[in-house]
């Protein structure tokens, strides 16, 4: 069966921001009117939504999907929520693609939106009952502590020093000062000013973490025949991948993530891609903590192990750089509302390959671009692979 | 869209309480079955995974951190839905039908007895800032709408309660039932009101148990030794979020979902298709109003033909033949699962007491509970 193409067509964000005064619905509206506008289309020509939110316990109710149905345009059409943890925000856009690529609909409007800040006095808190209840709950453990287990031993394995890691999280912060809905862009910090920030749990500090946000993103996908009728500049989605691994985290080597590797190598083949190196030209992987991103680049193929961080000392991942690493400031730099940061990363590649990014665009025409997100208990992977 | 196979079915339970197992190794019970069922090995033959589930009702945040191990499906591409059993075939179906994934597994379970405060957590589903601090009990708003119902449509008390007595009739020879009883409509309606005119015997109560189903495309059939059942249409919509701005006598939604289905069959009028249909009984009324969205009767009629036998075992249109959700228990987002299940076992002509003859096309459709407006219909063909 010859498989149906599917583009981008159209996109939206609200301001990422620590308290949004907005019901978790109307984000939900205001990035889904975004995206509508953005392609000149209304509800009316939406035939099914797909919703990506992280835990319900962030905006403290039960079946958040439904409750969000009609702030996100689900009102009278087929409607469903998908969820992969912290990868759902990339996921959510490989649900729309099913829904268009299987032939059942044309046309679908998808929504990732996440208000942490309902969660009194902290976020954080949501994250105690993501253990297992009987072998880890009665640790209580937070999810601070199994990242510095993870950053510890990815450090250990592979002698990488604090210093070199926090060039991830300036960098990213410094392109998040471009774009006008980021939380915490920074043209100034240095990496001084990571290290000197608070010890959260060691290894990891304050600046190494991404920010606690509320925000959404919308995209719009459409099939090929109706993309080449709404748009002369429509981004396809070329490759998709996903793997979860299994719920026992702690028999897992976490120096490398290789649920993310599977993940990636399923978007490839899909793609055709064999040479990811050369052949991404953009790429936006996760990082809600700055380690991750390096992480999750040598899981992507598009560094050696160990040597990600190399990308950050020679230049090649920065915005003029030979591969561009978080163009839009990712998590660290725009925030981390968790679904919808990752939707953001898939809209960012949108507007680089059109080259619509204003201020943060990357030079030399990018054809195309990788978003990946992470989450669970370190054992997800999401992949998107666009190009025009 | 093509159809889809169900090349393998499994289940574990159905019971009021499961104190001997977690809900992993029921749902392991029930994978081990629909594996052997299909003849297949999941590490080897299937290509994507999905469940359906709920963080409040299973206790955990990021609950589908915890779904692959169960299922065979660790590290291999597994997908969770925040829906119904029917929302994750309607996934499954999507996914084989992009032509990427040719064999895909489905997979829900209830573990309710587990859950301590079920009222509190349901009520939960409420909006936070509208609804929730007039503290509405989420069978109060089933009684409203039943109210609303029965004045619209001129269905009376009697004709809901006959949906009790049938449904938990048809359950004493279903063996995965365990609500199955024998009683009149006089003892429906002598129960104690639950919310008025909603009696306690008119709502289902919690069960335990777990469905998993395999499924596939036609050309991978080919190479399994397995009688498939064909999902033939699939279609879920959702209606108004919002309580205020509701209707509440009809369902729009599970019309709209019920045309879907119906046009990728290019049937107009499922009266003269449809054999059985197993649909929402959450609580009684639902059967009777389901009825008349589904198009199977016309609006009004429901009541009228329950009470002629038109929908009992022997009649014209049977209707949950299984017992329901108020013989089998309410089993939450894997109820869209079970009926399913139910649906191909009669197809297969494997429904033991409950066999009907000459079975050719069978109806699902399932709701997703107070306050949601969120359902869906699939139609089943052998």
Redesign the interface.
């Known amino acids: 069966?010859?498989?149906?193409k599917v583009a981008v067509i159209g996109a939206g964000m609200t301001k990422f921001v620590r308290r949004a005064l907005e019901?978790p619905?109307e984000l939900a509206w205001q990035a889904s009117h975004m995206a509508l506008q953005s392609c000149e289309l209304t509800m009316d020509d939406i035939e099914a939504v797909c919703l990506g939110t992280?835990?319900?316990?962030f905006?403290?109710?039960?079946?958040?999907?439904?409750?969000?149905?009609?702030g996100s345009g689900?009102?009278?059409?087929?409607?469903?929520?998908?969820?992969?943890?912290g990868g759902t925000g990339v996921?959510v856009p490989i649900?729309g693609w099913?829904?268009v690529?299987?032939?059942?609909f044309d046309v679908v409007l998808v929504v990732a939106e996440e208000k942490m800040s309902s969660y009194y006095p902290h976020a954080q808190a949501?994250?105690?009952?993501?253990f297992?209840?009987t072998t880890e709950r009665p640790l209580k453990p937070n999810l601070l502590w199994i990242f510095a287990l993870e950053m510890n031993r990815y450090m250990t394995t592979y002698g990488i020093s604090k210093e070199d890691i926090a060039r991830v999280s300036v960098q990213h912060k410094r392109n998040a000062a471009h774009h006008p809905a980021a939380l915490l862009g920074d043209a100034e910090i240095t990496v001084e000013d990571v290290l000197k920030s608070e010890v959260l749990a060691w290894p990891v500090q304050r600046l190494d973490v991404s920010p606690v946000s509320d925000g959404a993103v919308a995209i719009v996908l459409a099939a090929e025949h109706v993309a080449k009728r709404l748009t002369d500049k429509p981004v396809w989605i070329e490759g998709v991948?996903?793997?979860?691994?299994?719920?026992?985290w702690t028999n897992r080597d976490l120096a490398y993530p290789?649920?993310v590797e599977?993940?990636a190598r399923?978007a490839y083949e899909?793609a055709g891609i064999r040479e990811p190196r050369k052949e991404i030209h953009i790429a936006e992987p996760y990082d809600p903590f700055d380690y991750k991103a390096l992480h999750h680049l040598e899981g992507l193929q598009l560094a050696e192990r160990g040597q990600a961080v190399q990308m950050y000392i020679d230049g090649t991942a920065g915005r003029n750089g030979d591969l561009p690493i978080c163009p839009s400031g990712g998590l660290l730099g725009v925030g981390n509302p968790i679904a919808a940061a990752g939707l953001m990363k898939v809209a960012e590649l949108f507007w680089q390959l059109r080259g619509e990014a204003g201020e943060r665009q990357v030079p030399g025409r990018p054809r195309r671009g990788l978003a990946q997100a992470w989450?669970?208990?370190m054992?997800?992977g999401t992949v998107v692979i666009m190009g025009r | 869209m093509d159809r889809v196979a169900i090349a393998g079915v499994g289940w574990a339970g159905y019971r009021p309480s499961t104190p001997e197992v977690s809900y992993k190794e029921l749902t392991y019970q029930a994978a081990v079955k629909a594996y052997a069922d299909a003849g297949i090995d999941p590490r080897r033959d299937v290509q994507s995974f999905v469940t359906v589930a709920e963080d409040f009702l299973e206790g955990t945040s990021i609950f589908d951190e915890y779904t692959p191990d169960q299922l065979g499906a660790a590290l291999k591409p597994m997908q969770t839905i925040a829906g119904d059993g029917l929302h994750g075939l309607a996934t499954a179906c999507m996914l084989v039908n992009t032509g990427q994934y040719d064999m895909v597994v489905v997979e829900g379970h209830s573990k309710a007895s587990n859950v301590l405060t079920l009222p509190e957590i349901t009520a939960y589903a409420q909006d936070p800032v509208l609804n929730r601090p007039l503290r509405l009990n989420s069978d109060f708003i089933a009684g409203l709408e039943m109210n609303r119902y029965l004045f619209e449509s001129g269905t009376t008390l009697e004709q809901c309660a006959q949906v009790v007595v049938k449904n938990r009739r048809n359950a004493l020879d279903n063996p995965r039932a365990p609500y199955g009883a024998d009683l009149t409509i006089d003892d429906v309606l002598n129960g104690l009101p639950r919310s008025w005119p909603l009696g306690e015997h008119e709502a289902s109560r919690p069960a335990d148990g777990a469905v998993v189903m395999v499924l596939c495309s036609e050309n991978r059939l080919r190479s399994l030794a397995c009688t498939p059942v064909w999902i033939l249409g699939i279609g879920w919509s959702n209606g108004s979020a919002s309580l205020e701005s509701r209707e509440w006598g009809e369902l729009p939604y599970i019309q709209k979902a019920a045309r879907m289905a119906y046009n990728q069959l290019g049937i107009s009028s499922p009266r003269s298709v449809v054999d059985f249909a197993e649909i929402d009984d959450t609580y009684a009324y639902k059967e009777l109003q389901t009825l008349e969205a589904l198009g199977l009767c016309s609006p009004g009629e429901a009541g009228i033909l329950t009470e002629e036998g038109y929908t009992a075992p022997d009649g014209e249109l049977p209707v949950n033949l299984s017992g329901g959700s108020l013989g089998m228990g309410q089993l939450f987002d894997a109820t869209g699962l079970a009926r399913t299940l139910e649906a191909v076992l009669q197809l297969r002509g494997e429904a033991g007491k409950n066999q009907i003859p000459e079975v050719v096309i069978g109806l699902v459709q399932s709701w997703r509970g107070v306050p949601t407006t969120s359902g869906a219909v699939a139609i089943l063909g052998n």
């Open positions: 069966m010859g498989m149906r019901t619905k992280a835990p319900d316990s905006d403290g109710i039960h079946m958040n999907g439904e409750y969000l149905s009609d689900g009102w009278n059409k087929p409607y469903m929520r998908s969820y992969v943890g996921f649900q099913y829904h690529a299987s032939g059942l949501a994250f105690l009952t993501i297992d209840h991948g996903w793997h979860l691994d299994t719920s026992y290789r649920y599977y993940a399923m899909m989450g669970d208990l054992q997800v």
